[in-house]
């Protein structure tokens, strides 16, 4: 078994280093050093690229790793802000957070957005518009979208895109540091498991004795338990923390457990939330992988005995090791022992809820409201709890739809009866409860005259909120070539804006922050001064502001 494993591995790993060719060059002029590597666990994602810094500079110059063309340019307020797809023989290239494009580039970027009257767009180009040479100044780095300071979000996927490939081994980063273990956790099976005479979930410290070795107390279980861990690596150097490349768990020298992260499908990452565990994720932030399989985690890059799962079903030391390593081989070893200690375990006490099997569609109905939950949303069967209750404070219902820390894979539809007042049905919108307590609006859109929809991928407490105030705009400066507003909106959230001048639609751009700007093109602006500026701001219930200026 052991040595099968072992083979698969090396298998796995020759094959997905095949699939990158090593003539690629580095998509910047400075050595490589990282804030983020690949597959790190991130919010509902795996992260998809590395990190390069850039020297906490705007304005770093970024090249074409290959010969190729421009395949795919994206741009938006958040996200990957003004991202760069470029297509090459064997793999694309992704550059993202970018400050500004080459003249070539940025050209045919205006005519898009002008043409099609938008700011964000997301364009695919024919493979003869605009090629490229290895080695070609493409863009300039920045901290566009998403960003939380300057840096080139860099990623290699296949050449469908959908793949994504650890670019980090490429680029000879240094690094002699080890990985570090913070926690472990025992999450013994309801009504299965119980550990240090509780079937709750429990944490436990971890001492370091000696470089890369980590030792924790003995721990006593019995029954069905699965073990979780927190850790993470360090870089010579650099003061980030990164994730794991590689994850083994052995019991009683068995190797029970692996993981590791060299590839994984853009359209499989949201299963992030069947490898952590979520519901500790939404409490505290902890991010706890676990080395045991849910039922529904497809995840390709797992390998288990017993999906991960241990049975302390005789009364002895179980000899627990785990392994974490980086991608240049440094490993950390944890040792510990659980000791089979025979202890009641607690029938598993069933839930008032509705029983959801994950492999199932369900519909989850009460009074005024129902969710629709399409087959393969959940990871494990669930006993789904729901309810209304009115809150006074709210002055509305909230509708109890599970938890917020049960995570979900898919969408679902959740319909909501609208409150019998005399407020146009259009003003009402449906917003969540955070887990600090705040209500968020969610996307809400009038399933008929009566019903509310909303489209999810969160469950928890919802209600029904009315907005009927204006969005606001806040000008900020102007010149006598550029214009700064900032819009926002406290209810609903902004929808989109317009902008116009002398009846012109003219392009202001927008960043993660809700500042508008705009730079005056006289390319495109056909008429001349006096400039009258029209600016609408509409929020999600369609209420609308606007500014006017004469400039």
């Given at each position: 078994m052991k040595n099968n494993f072992l083979f698969l591995l090396i298998l796995f790993s020759a094959s997905i280093t095949a699939q990158v060719p090593n003539h690629l060059i580095s998509p910047v002029d400075i050595p490589v050093t990282l804030s983020a590597s690949f597959g790190e666990l991130r919010p509902n994602h795996f992260h998809s690229g590395i990190d390069i810094k850039t020297q906490q500079q705007i304005g770093l110059p970024m090249y074409s790793i290959d010969d190729g063309y421009v395949w795919r340019i994206s741009i938006s307020p958040g996200g990957y802000g003004n991202c760069l797809y470029l297509k090459h023989k064997d793999v694309i290239s992704v550059y993202a957070h970018l400050d500004r494009f080459t003249p070539e580039i940025t050209e045919w970027i205006r005519d898009y957005q002008y043409k099609n009257k938008t700011f964000s767009i997301d364009a695919y180009l024919q493979p003869n518009e605009i090629p490229v040479k290895q080695g070609d100044l493409v863009a300039w780095g920045g901290n566009s979208g998403s960003s939380g300071g300057p840096h080139l979000h860099f990623e290699i996927r296949d050449t469908t895109g959908v793949y994504v490939y650890d670019a980090q081994p490429l680029y000879n980063v240094y690094d002699n540091v080890y990985p570090r273990f913070k926690n472990i956790a025992i999450n013994p099976v309801s009504g299965l498991g119980v550990v240090d005479n509780s079937y709750t979930y429990k944490m436990y410290g971890v001492k370091r004795t000696g470089t890369g070795k980590y030792v924790a107390n003995k721990i006593k279980a019995w029954g069905k338990i699965g073990i979780e861990v927190k850790a993470f690596d360090y870089m010579t150097g650099q003061n980030n923390f990164y994730g794991v490349k590689s994850l083994k768990l052995l019991v009683d020298d068995k190797?029970?457990?692996?993981?590791?992260?060299?590839?994984?499908?853009?359209?499989?990452?949201?299963?992030?939330?069947?490898?952590?565990?979520?519901?500790?994720?939404?409490?505290?932030?902890?991010?706890?992988?676990?080395?045991?399989?849910?039922?529904?985690?497809?995840?390709?890059?797992?390998?288990?005995?017993?999906?991960?799962?241990?049975?302390?079903?005789?009364?002895?030391?179980?000899?627990?090791k785990i392994l974490i390593s980086d991608v240049v081989g440094n490993t950390s070893e944890l040792n510990f022992t659980i000791q089979g200690v025979k202890q009641d375990i607690p029938l598993m006490l069933n839930d008032s809820g509705t029983y959801v099997d994950y492999?199932?569609?369900?519909?989850?109905?009460?009074?005024?409201?129902?969710?629709?939950?399409?087959k393969g949303s959940l990871y494990d069967n669930v006993y789904f709890d729901h309810g209304v209750k009115f809150d006074s404070t709210l002055n509305s219902n909230i509708y109890k739809l599970h938890y917020l820390t049960e995570p979900l894979q898919k969408h679902v539809k959740l319909f909501i009866k609208l409150p019998n007042d005399t407020i146009p049905a259009d003003k009402h919108y449906v917003a969540r409860c955070g887990r600090r307590g705040d209500w968020n609006s969610v996307s809400t859109k009038l399933y008929n005259d009566s019903i509310l929809q909303v489209n999810t991928n969160s469950l928890g407490d919802f209600t029904v909120k009315v907005d009927t105030v204006p969005p606001i705009i806040r000008p900020q400066s102007r010149t006598s070539s550029r214009i700064l507003l900032k819009i926002s909106d406290k209810e609903s959230g902004v929808n989109r804006y317009e902008s116009f001048i002398n009846g012109e639609w003219v392009l202001f751009e927008q960043d993660f922050y809700g500042r508008v700007s705009y730079k005056l093109d006289k390319k495109r602006l056909k008429t001349k001064r006096p400039y009258n500026l029209e600016f609408r701001v509409y929020d999600n219930c369609g209420n609308m502001s606007e500014y006017k200026l004469r400039w």
């Open positions: 190797l029970t457990f692996s993981y590791i992260m060299d590839k994984f499908s853009l359209e499989d990452t949201r299963y992030i939330n069947s490898f952590i565990n979520y519901g500790q994720w939404q409490k505290t932030r902890d991010t706890f992988m676990r080395c045991y399989l849910l039922p529904n985690n497809p995840l390709p890059f797992f390998t288990s005995y017993n999906k991960g799962y241990l049975d302390i079903n005789e009364e002895k030391d179980y000899k627990v492999r199932l569609p369900a519909l989850i109905e009460g009074k005024g409201y129902g969710m629709v939950i399409p």
